[in-house]
């Protein structure tokens, strides 16, 4: 008995010992970098820790093209050149984690900015933080337009509001002839920002328009289906984000919707080369949203990312890694501008300049009204494939008008 | 009436579905009196599995029969009957000692079980959602109109002969037996002569594997990614309240009803609120037959 | 079952309370958070953070230790009535006007009132069927909050107002860690009543307990509401020092924690949420470092220390009490 009750305290002992020797042996290595950048998003549940990881990877690859390309973060003008390192904040979609992520990344890595936010509540909870600790906050992809709306300092929106993607799909869905738009939204801050003002816009616009809202635990979404096909909608907007935008493919398709009507994806998801494997003939004649095309208008660091990515994950970026690797060159280009590392600086030469990102576009904060406070705007195009297995860079352009490359498969 | 049928037949399929995602967790709950949180974990491992399996493994032996899916499915429930095994016998077991609060403690273990599961599928599967190609073409029932899913279809068949396979084990074979005694009274099952550490073994093994081959056929139909199991979680709990706990009718029988009042109320009422038709369904059993359907109460020594 | 005997004793207290109402434990913890107070002065802001949220997730611990581990209810609630606390304070401050300090009143009696009657309409299933309808209450809750967006505010996150004019964590460190003591004594002091004897019996045979003419339903009742007002008041405190609600607070991972630091701390013991919520929180932080590994190594941690011991860090404490008695007595004999 006492052999059993000392072995036990021994082990307690020897994986406390192990944990205090790791943690000292990581908190050596934090000392070694020059400049942090935080990047703070979901990584484990409650979190979307898919998007995370793909948020994470753009950074990552971010900051390895400012070492390589930019020299690092200082131009030859400053006295003193280094590298940019990427640090993780891990806040599992709640907010009070993000709060001590955030708290974490200042005191402990001592950040010189951040990005990565992908859930709204994350964002605004954070947003003061930022302000306190005088911190460049740049978020990359929480949608809700309260966080621009806030008129902050030191946050910088870069994702696009439902505004932005209402104005294009309307454009998209008026100038087609749609007349009755089924919107299924699952229950995220994505869906519920963006799915009523979009239903509003259409109603508003005389097209006759219905919501769905799903939960995103929820894989049966058939009787939902059911109802939307008794609305018999001429097109299906699917606002679903991993899992469910697939599940809403197929199970269309198993009530009878698809293949008969047209289906626009809010986001890129249909470039990754798992979607023709999942879905297949399914994939079919899909329309979808996307911020960029890869023939046309990638600058340099946008193809030196698809090739790397490529190089590295074998498959081509999609847009959550696309905006993390934008922020962190966003982010140390300001730094470059400003000479300084220094967030009142940093903001300020992210206020005054515009940037090179990874599409043409270009990055600026100016301080407009209301909710185009410290927002660069993205270009949105609409594409469809035409048929099954088709490669991303032959998907047919339907808008904006102007890069049009072909008609709509019905 | 078209859409009524149409709801009628898909929630039909449906039931099927729920009752394998269910049958695991009833049954463990029934043998061992804990309530498994990491149902939804041993379902997701049987579907990684099962996508190995097909999409890596055996085109790498280059292996091509007819019927892969379901051989695949199968080993998937092997591989995670063992490992349910190890898992009770190291982890649960120890847990279940007289004296300490079997109940809580074992279902403590489960959760920090789930816990792991889940974060380590998020480290090493990624952020992708896959998918293994269709058991079966889609099935046209022209007169009305209806498509069926092939892999809705073919999983649902594959499901009912398995809780088939499972009901003759369980009330035909001396195995059975064992368990169903246990399932009534464990103290007096153990005074019987019943090596209770074994049989919790096997249950629980037993239960895993069920979880995992509904997870394992639902792949196409679900998809396979870290967090698809919650489902198969909540679903089970739903249908234990439901079909009563140690009862396989109750619960097949309950699966049915779930799935014709998730989808009926869905598909006529706001579809927003699916989940929370279940919940005024089990609701209504806790208030009125807390005993579940065709469960009993407890006798005790 | 326990013996006969203990059954009896608990029984008898309840008719002879002990002389003095203040606790032996109380002292302790009295003087610990005295000591805890000396803290700020080590800390940064980011220990403080983590420390007020240790602090907030050792008193929901506590209220669940109080329904589950002391009264034998193993409820699934507790999250989601700390997080109705939050949303029911949001509500009396932003749409009645009322001010943030009686809108933390608000969200305790809302959450206790919610409590009262889940218990009324669950405590009498059995521990299996009660813990699944409890997971259903607080699914319902989450659901709600979420569907209801309209309201909410769903997933994009509720803005409340802060409780201080200052963001320095120090502040919530002082406010959670006086909550806390708050909480222990209560707890301490209502174990010792007349009701937490009733309680305890009740938890440990029910028939024997009724037939010894204890009114268990009620007792059940009056713990089950109580614990769910303190959880309330924790979780509208929590919302104003976060200064924003979500529907994920009442995801069941949030439970999962909560259980887990009672349990790893000492389940049915007054210390052991309280140990266990700071040590998984330190744990969890101090895994930072390994980043994407972070929950699997936790977890994993988690695992083995249940395995080892299943009583937690109390039950290891005692064990090593034991252990230095033994030897103590071995040297005397040698002697």
Known sequence: MDFELSGKLAIAAAAAAFLTATATSAMAQANATPVNIGVLTPLSPPGDSAAGQLIVRGAELGAKYVNQRLGGVWNSTCPAPGPVNIVKGDDSGLAEKGMAALRSLVTNDKIAGVLGTYDSTVALAVQPLAEQYKLPLLVTQASDDKISGNHTKFTFMTHTIARDRSDVVEAFIKSYGFKRVAILAENTDYGTSSGPDMQKRFVDGGMSSQLWIFDKTNPDLLPTLLQVKKFAPDVIYNMGVGAPAYLIVKQSADVGLLPKTPMIISYDLPIRPEFWRNLGELGKNMIFLSYYQPKQVLTDAGKWLQEEYRKSYNEPALYSSLAAFGNTIVLAQAMNAACSTEGEKVSGALVKGGFTSWNQTGVAFKQSDGVDWQRSVQPIMVLQYTKANQGFGDATILYPPNMKTGELVR | MQLLLQSLTLALLNGAIYALMAMGITFIASIMRIINWSTGEFYMVGSFAHLALLTVIFPALGLTLPMAWLLSALLAMGLVFVLGMVVQRTLIAPMHRPGTQAFEYATIMTVALSVLLQNGAIMIAGPNQYSVPDYMRPILLEDLEIVLNGSRVASGLAALAIILLFYVLLYRTSLGLAFRGIAQNRLAAETAGLNLKTMDMLAFGIGTGLCAVAGALLAPVFLVHPLNGAAATMKGFEIIVIGGIGSLGGAVVAAFGLALVEGLGATFYRAELQQLYGFVFLIGFLVFRPQGLFGHRERRV | ?335
């Open chain 3, 1 to 335: 079952m326990m013996p006969q005997s203990s059954m009896i004793d608990l029984l008898s207290a309840t008719r002879k309370l002990p002389a003095s109402w203040w606790p032996n434990e109380l002292t302790p913890g009295v003087a610990a958070a005295l000591a805890t107070a000396f803290l700020p002065l080590m800390l940064n802001d980011y220990q403080l953070q983590v420390m007020w949220v240790a602090f907030y997730l050792a008193v929901l611990a506590i209220s669940w230790n109080l329904v589950a581990g002391y009264g034998g209810m193993f409820s699934l609630a507790q999250h989601a009535l700390a997080t109705i606390g939050g949303y029911s304070s949001a509500a009396a401050v932003l749409a009645l006007g009322l001010p943030v300090w009686w809108g933390v009143v608000c969200g305790g009696l809302a959450a206790a009132l919610l409590g009262y009657l889940l218990g009324h309409a669950t405590l009498h299933l059995r521990s299996l069927y009660f813990a699944i309808a409890t997971w259903v209450f607080a699914e319902v809750a989450r659901q709600l909050i979420t569907i209801n967006y309209e309201i909410t505010r769903g997933a994009m996150g509720l803005q409340v107002p802060y409780l201080f004019s200052t963001l320095d964590p120090i502040a919530y460190f002082y406010l959670f860690l006086g909550l806390l003591l708050v909480a222990f004594g209560a707890s301490a002091i209502l174990l010792r009543t007349k009701l937490g004897y009733r309680i305890q019996a009740v938890r440990d045979d029910e028939e024997l307990a009724i037939a010894n003419g204890v009114n268990a339903a009620r007792a059940k009742r009056t713990i089950f509401a109580m614990s769910a007002g303190m959880a309330g008041m924790a979780g509208a405190m929590y919302g104003h020092a976060v200064g924003l609600l979500a529907p994920s607070q009442a995801d069941f991972s949030q439970m999962s924690l909560i259980i887990i630091a009672a349990v790893l701390g000492g389940y049915r013991t007054l210390w052991g949420p309280i140990i266990g919520a700071i040590l998984i929180q330190a744990v969890a932080e101090m895994l930072r470092f390994s980043q994407e590994g972070r929950l699997v190594i936790f977890a994993a941690l988690l695992i083995v220390v249940f395995r080892l011991y299943p009583q937690g860090v109390m039950g290891a404490l005692k064990i090593l009490a034991t252990l230095l008695r033994r030897r103590r007595q071995a040297e005397g004999k040698t002697q």
